[in-house]
T-cell receptor, first 112, second 119 residues
């Protein structure tokens, strides 16, 4: 079945460091891919999305490219800030099945 | 994008009691979903709630424990029945927003969650 695997955390970085959070997926058909962010004590917010191969989603300095050949959707940011400290979830939406599959989440801690 | 509110935002309950969580959306949506997020864990789908039909439950979740109502296109409730400490979680409501691009790619928006602690 469909699934998402993302790197385990926590990830601890210094401010202005480069961030990569790996995400790979298994899916039948052509899923949409998403990154959600959960700040402490809050619900999930959509960070970015990509709906087809080679699409790049971007928002707030974060980027992720839908790579069909490697079944990946890695999250990157060139220079993280303390305010980026949160838990990041990779997710996929199965085509026409109205189901979301979430990765296990990666906690990011950014130190000043 | 849809704006979703949940009530209550948090609650502390006694073992054996029940709690009903409300989810309100600012626009009409076809599909609403209820998730559970146990401490330090990812999200697990409990059920899908469609207006005018019975909710569809995922494996491991049953209607007697988690009854769901969906009386109209903007509102749903989830009840956590006969609670035990293992039910302590964040319960999240989400709605689907379909984006059509050569097909149907579904995006979900989440409410702020209800943080439940069972003593």
């Amino acid at each position: 079945g469909d699934s998402v695997t993302q790197m385990e955390g926590p990830v601890t970085l210094s401010e202005e460091a480069f961030l990569t959070i790996n995400c790979t997926y298994t899916a039948t058909g052509y899923p949409s891919l998403f990154w959600y962010v959960q700040y402490p004590g809050e619900g999930l917010q959509l960070l970015l999305k990509a709906t087809k191969a080679d699409d790049k989603g971007s928002n707030k300095g974060f980027e992720a490219t839908y790579r069909k050949e490697t079944t990946s959707f890695h999250l990157e940011k060139g220079s993280v800030q303390v305010s980026d400290s949160a838990v990041y979830f990779c997710a996929l939406s199965s085509y026409n099945f109205n189901k979301f599959y979430f990765g296990s989440g990666t906690k990011l801690n950014v130190k000043p | 994008s849809a704006v979703i509110s949940q009530k209550p935002s948090r609650d502390i309950c006694q073992r054996g009691t029940s709690l009903t969580i409300q989810c309100q959306v600012d626009s009409q949506v076809t599909m609403m979903f209820w998730y559970r997020q146990q401490p330090g864990q990812s999200l697990t789908l409990i059920a899908t709630a469609n207006q005018g039909s019975e909710a569809t439950y995922e494996s491991g979740f049953v209607i007697d424990k988690f009854p769901i109502s969906r009386p109209n296109l903007t509102f749903s409730t989830l009840t956590v029945s006969n609670m035990s400490p293992e039910d302590s979680s964040i319960y999240l409501c989400s709605v689907e927003d379909s984006i059509t691009s050569g097909g149907a790619y579904n995006e979900q928006f989440f409410g702020p969650g209800t943080r439940l602690t069972v003593l």
